[in-house]
């Protein structure tokens, strides 16, 4: 029975998605 060597398969590594901060709008100076 010859020995079936199985890759080691390597999940890839799934990066937590950024969360973008959106850009604070000031407001106009009056």
């Known amino acids: 029975q010859p020995q079936q060597q199985a890759p080691e398969q390597q999940p890839p590594q799934q990066q ?7 850009p604070q709008q000031q ?4």
């Open 16 to 22: 937590p998605p950024q969360q973008q901060q959106p």
């Open 27 to 30: 407001p106009p100076a009056q």
